[in-house]
């Protein structure tokens, strides 16, 4: 079953703020400083530029699927190679986020929580969103986006008079080498444009609204922006310390070292989102599973993929700096392959293929004139 326009725009959303209010922050700080919020707003800017340049190719595309429009548009050979890339990528960002699913619960709730006790209803929550497919996980983000987003503004609001506008001064004043570095270093929060690939023939555009993508797209890059505002005007050269930049600035507003009861509501929240998140890649990577191996049924993509959540899951409890991986050279390159390059050679596979599907026109120059002398 399809989704509608304004559920794909929701998903958008929902996918441009899943990795961003939590251990990014902190860790952009590393590198950039008190200018960290410029570089998550040009790769957020970057990742709503080519969310519509794969709407354009779906709303173009006549096929039921994306390998169909790849094969169309590049041969056969190139579209299986691209899903194998897309698995991988997918892979990481279901690790990103069941790993610090896990621990924001740990930290925010429970720090003597046996990770089984919470990766178990994790799991059996998201295998019910995978069977029901596409159109379960738009609906459930539908009924908790706007919590999201009017949670995280009233969190953020509440700390805001705390602000130390001089921790942004003096801007760029290691110019912008530095931010460039920090932007490829942590390419792989971003590419939230990725999981659209799977999504070709599964939206309806009968009652598409224009500006509708736009609308919500720029609402998440606008409430991610304010919340790290926050966040940095708040701890700047602290923010490396602290691992969950929504979390940690709830309790700096609640003057406690607990999170108040309306922040405490949001942070729960916060986790069913990203429970709603995990359950949307891991449709994706899915997807890209049965298009690269040939398979029909869900069951054993479904299977791979609730395994790989819960092994990644104890890795993440017995390990410390899992970050090295989602921070590595292979990381973002990934990233930059599957969430900007594909889309390209795709959009200009399309393009040429058009091309030369159009049938020539006859000029009034080639026609024969006869002359009667």
């Known amino acids: 079953m399809k989704i509608n326009y304004r559920q794909l725009s929701i998903l958008v959303f929902m996918s441009f703020i899943a990795l961003k209010c939590l251990a990014l922050p902190g860790l952009l700080y590393v590198e950039s400083k008190n200018m960290s919020m410029v570089v998550t707003l040009v790769l957020m800017f970057v990742d709503f530029i080519y969310a519509l ?38 892979a990481l960002v279901v690790a990103n ?52 987003f009017f949670g995280c503004l009233y969190i953020a609001l509440k700390s805001i008079a705390g602000i130390d506008v001089l921790n942004f001064l003096p801007a760029f004043h290691e110019g912008a080498l530095p931010l460039i570095k920090s932007g490829y270093t942590h390419m792989s929060w971003f590419g939230s444009s990725t999981f659209l690939l799977m999504l070709f023939g599964k939206v309806d555009f009968t009652n598409e609204k224009k500006l509708q993508v736009v609308k919500y797209s720029f609402l998440a890059i606008a409430l991610v922006m304010f919340v790290h505002l926050v966040f940095y005007g708040l701890f700047d050269v602290t923010s490396p310390t602290h691992n969950f930049c929504i979390s940690d600035i709830s309790q700096y507003s609640s003057g406690q070292s607990s999170i108040d009861e309306l922040s405490w509501l949001v942070v729960s929240l916060w986790v ?5 998140q995990l359950a949307l890649f891991g449709y994706a990577m899915i997807q890209a599973i049965k298009f690269t191996f040939n398979i029909k049924s869900n069951v054993f993509p479904i299977l791979f993929v609730l395994i790989y959540i819960f092994v990644w899951s104890f890795v993440g409890e017995q390990t410390v700096g899992l970050e090295r991986i989602f921070l590595s050279h292979f990381s973002s390159i990934l990233t930059i392959f599957t969430a900007y390059v594909i889309p390209l050679i795709l959009y200009v596979g399309y393009v040429v293929e058009r091309g030369k599907g159009k049938p020539k026109k006859k000029g009034a120059k080639n026609e024969k004139v006869k002359v009667n002398i």
């Open 97 to 148: 986020i069941s790993k610090g699913l896990e621990f924001f619960v740990v930290e925010n709730f429970y720090n003597s929580l046996n990770w089984i006790v919470f990766v178990l209803p994790l799991i059996i929550l998201v295998g019910f969103m995978l069977y029901k497919g596409i159109r379960n996980i738009a609906r459930v983000s539908e009924l908790i986006c706007w919590a999201i």
């Open 272 to 276: 069913t989102a990203q429970a709603v």
């Open 53 to 90: 340049l794969i709407i354009d190719l779906m709303k173009k595309s006549n096929e039921k699927n994306i390998l169909d429009f790849m094969t169309r548009c590049l041969g056969p050979v190139l579209p299986r190679i691209f899903m194998a890339v897309l698995i991988v990528k997918y």
